[in-house]
T-cell receptor, first 115, second 112 residues
Framework: AQSVTQLGSHVSVSEGALVLLRCNYS??????LFWYVQYPNQGLQLLLK??????LVKGINGFEAEFKKSETSFHLTKPSAHMSDAAEYFC?????????????FGQGTILTVHP | NAGVTQTPKFQVLKTGQSMTLQCAQD?????MYWYRQDPGMGLRLIYY???????DKGEVPNGYNVSRLNKREFSLRLESAAPSQTSVYFC???????????FGPGTRLLVL
């Protein structure tokens, strides 16, 4: 069965600092991988997705993620944090076979940005 | 173009009561999904519908039923609510299975 682990339930950074949110997955290859963002009291919005094309994926709001098959990782980064980036971030994976089309989410990482 | 809409936004139930959560999408998507979100557990799939006329169980289907009323609408029913079903429920849709899912704003359900 596929699974997703997000390392760190809370990450705190200063405005202007690098943002790094970690995600490791367990799935059949090739997986489809996603990062979603959730602002308070809202639904989830897609940040970016990997679908076996380029391993470095660029998303909205300056975020990007790199698929590393050897490390089974899909970490999310942003060079310079902005106050508006404060939210909860979810990594998710779909797979093949009985997991086809079903999103499995990580536990989420709450990002806090300090002035 | 409203995307995915859900009603109600908030509901309080007593244990044993029933209710139906409504979801509709206007993107002509084939696939629709119901998730629940609990603190520290991410989102978990309850049921999904790959296409009109089909429904399948997800990770946590016990205590729920679904109906794919037509291509636009996918409802989730709690026949006899339990406090363990207190959660935030999200509906989502995608063009096909495996494609990007678009989420509604959620329904907050409190079961007393």
């Amino acid at each position: 069965a596929q699974s997703v682990t997000q390392l760190g339930s809370h990450v705190s950074v200063s405005e202007g600092a690098l943002v790094l949110l970690r995600c490791n997955y367990s799935s059949s290859v090739p997986p489809y991988l996603f990062w979603y963002v959730q602002y308070p009291n809202q639904g989830l919005q897609l940040l970016l997705k990997y679908t076996s094309a380029a391993t470095l994926v660029k998303g909205i709001n300056g975020f990007e993620a790199e698929f590393k098959k050897s490390e089974t990782s899909f970490h999310l980064t942003k060079p310079s944090a902005h106050m508006s980036d404060a939210a909860e971030y979810f990594c998710a994976v779909t797979g093949s076979g009985t997991s086809y089309g079903k999103l499995t989410f990580g536990q989420g990482t709450i990002l806090t940005v300090h002035p | 173009n409203a995307g995915v809409t859900q009603t109600p936004k908030f509901q309080v139930l007593k244990t044993g009561q029933s209710m139906t959560l409504q979801c509709a999408q206007d993107m002509n998507h084939n696939s629709m999904y119901w998730y629940r979100q609990d603190p520290g557990m991410g989102l978990r799939l309850i049921y999904y519908s790959a296409s009109e006329g089909t429904t399948d169980k997800g990770e946590v289907p016990n205590g729920y039923n679904v109906s794919r009323l037509n291509k636009r609408e996918f409802s989730l029913r709690l026949e006899s609510a339990a406090p363990s079903q207190t959660s935030v429920y999200f509906c989502a849709s995608s063009e096909q299975l495996q494609e990007t899912q678009y989420f509604g704003p959620g329904t907050r359900l409190l079961v007393l």
